[in-house]
């Protein structure tokens, strides 16, 4: 895969360990893992510009090597609803992240296609040190956060291991749909899966992937945050 293969060689010949959000998600569309649409702005009417063409509402994020957990620092506005909320955002990510990382070097601002809540689940590669990679599958948040509620397979996972991980989450009923809430594309999460795995063996560069979190819809699934980390 083209993209990728620069995108790794290039940050690993600057002596990066993670990719920016930006590089992660160029890498994921290659691997056919749906994300978000994104552009990066260098300056506030940029953003704007970028944000009346991918369409309102938008999402802005700091893109900086130097920051992995963007919320932490304050580098991410959702929801924003029109030209005046993007300038107001990208002032405000500025000052919180330069309060918070004064030396940080910033690449730019993402502007983001806002995805409409959903249920959430993680996808996520590790490095096993005996078994090399694995994958990680689970719900969003406090499933994951609070309950440990995660799956793991060895690399590579093949279509019914795939459709297992996610089958055998205690969350999984969730997926099922409830009340008011229709069922997940179970589909859609299996192909990430699968590609994702694909991706990881390819490259045995990449220590950690971390997709997360990605929304699950009725029809298909798109991925919010894309981390890699390597070696
Ligand atoms: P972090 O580096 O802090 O993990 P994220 O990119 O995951 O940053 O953004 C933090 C949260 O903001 C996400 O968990 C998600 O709830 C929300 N979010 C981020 N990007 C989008 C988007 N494009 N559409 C909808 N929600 C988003
Ligand atoms: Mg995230």
Same mark, same amino acid.
């Given at each position: 895969?083209? !993209?990728?293969?620069?995108?790794?060689?290039?940050?690993?010949? #600057?002596?990066?360990?993670?990719?920016?959000?930006?590089?992660?998600?160029?890498?994921?569309?290659?691997?056919?893992?749906?994300?978000?649409?994104? &552009?990066?702005a *260098?300056?506030e $009417?940029?953003a704007v510009?970028l944000a009346e063409?991918i369409g309102f509402p938008v999402v802005l994020k700091?893109?900086?090597?130097?920051?992995?957990?963007?919320?932490?620092?304050?580098?991410v506005a959702v929801g924003l609803k029109d030209a005046k909320s993007v300038r107001e955002a990208f002032k405000q990510i500025?000052?919180?992240?330069?309060?918070? %990382?004064?030396?940080? =070097?910033?690449?730019?601002m993402l502007v983001q296609e806002m995805a409409?809540?959903?249920? &959430?689940?993680?996808?996520?590669?590790? *490095? $096993?040190?005996?078994?090399?990679?694995?994958? !990680?599958?689970?719900?969003?948040?406090?499933?994951?956060?609070?309950? *440990? $509620?995660?799956?793991? +397979?060895?690399?590579?996972?093949? #279509? $019914? #291991?795939?459709?297992?991980?996610?089958?055998?989450?205690?969350?999984?009923?969730?997926? +099922?749909?409830? +009340?008011?809430?229709?069922?997940? @594309?179970?589909?859609?999460?299996? *192909?990430?899966?699968? %590609?994702? =795995?694909?991706?990881?063996?390819?490259?045995?560069?990449?220590?950690?992937?971390?997709? %997360?979190?990605?929304?699950?819809?009725?029809?298909?699934?798109?991925?919010? @945050?894309?981390?890699?980390?390597? #070696?």
């Amino acid at each position: 895969m083209k !993209m990728t293969n620069q995108l790794l060689s290039q940050a690993s010949k #600057e002596g990066r360990k993670s990719l920016l959000e930006t590089e992660a998600k160029v890498i994921c569309a290659e691997y056919g893992i749906p994300v978000t649409k994104f &552009e990066l702005a *260098k300056t506030e $009417d940029e953003a704007v510009e970028l944000a009346e063409k991918i369409g309102f509402p938008v999402v802005l994020k700091i893109v900086s090597p130097g920051i992995v957990h963007k919320s932490d620092v304050g580098g991410v506005a959702v929801g924003l609803k029109d030209a005046k909320s993007v300038r107001e955002a990208f002032k405000q990510i500025l000052a919180s992240v330069k309060k918070h %990382n004064p030396r940080a =070097s910033i690449v730019g601002m993402l502007v983001q296609e806002m995805a409409p809540a959903s249920t &959430e689940v993680i996808v996520g590669a590790i *490095k $096993d040190l005996q078994f090399g990679p694995a994958l !990680m599958f689970g719900l969003g948040g406090i499933f994951v956060e609070v309950l *440990k $509620d995660v799956t793991f +397979r060895i690399a590579p996972v093949s #279509e $019914d #291991e795939a459709r297992e991980m996610i089958t055998e989450v205690r969350a999984y009923p969730l997926l +099922r749909g409830y +009340r008011n809430v229709p069922p997940a @594309d179970v589909d859609a999460i299996v *192909k990430i899966i699968l %590609n994702t =795995s694909k991706l990881v063996v390819e490259h045995p560069e990449i220590k950690e992937l971390d997709l %997360n979190p990605i929304m699950v819809y009725k029809k298909g699934a798109k991925t919010v @945050d894309a981390r890699i980390i390597l #070696e």
